[in-house]
């Protein structure tokens, strides 16, 4: 069993910067690929962005790349979304999940696990 822990979610304004922090359970974290994705009211759930277990490969939404880095950190078992110029439209509930087969993908429903959610709010 694998538990997520999301964190790092608030309000900002236009332009600001947030890091998002995942905190996960699981022996094997080292080998899980983990993802990002998002959530606006009334909207489907959306890919932000994903690593895979080597870190050898990361992927983002075209909305996002260039603005948001996604890191992990093995030793610690955490992943991170860094979020910079933010802007109105990333406003969203953002979740962190993981997949136990290490790859990295841009499609929820190849993840085994997800976390809560952390709100993120971007005001104009």
């Known amino acids: 069993q694998v538990q997520l822990v999301e964190s790092g979610g608030g309000l900002v304004q236009a332009g600001g910067s947030l890091r998002l922090s995942c905190a996960a359970s699981?022996?094997?974290?080292?080998?899980?690929?983990l993802g990002w994705f998002r959530q606006a009211p009334g909207k489907e759930r959306e890919f932000v962005a994903t690593?895979?277990?080597?870190?050898?490969?990361?992927y983002y939404a075209d909305s996002v790349k260039g603005r948001f880095t996604i890191s992990r950190d093995n030793a610690k078992k955490m992943v991170y979304l860094q979020m910079n110029n933010l802007k109105p439209e990333d406003t969203a509930v953002y979740y962190c999940?993981?997949?136990?087969?290490?790859?990295?993908?841009?499609?929820?429903?190849?993840?085994?696990?997800w976390g809560q959610g952390t709100q993120v709010t971007v005001s104009s």
């Open positions: 699981g022996r094997t974290f080292s080998s899980y690929g």
């Open positions: 690593i895979n277990w080597s870190e050898s490969s990361t």
């Open positions: 999940a993981a997949k136990l087969d290490g790859s990295s993908s841009m499609w929820w429903n190849e993840y085994d696990y």
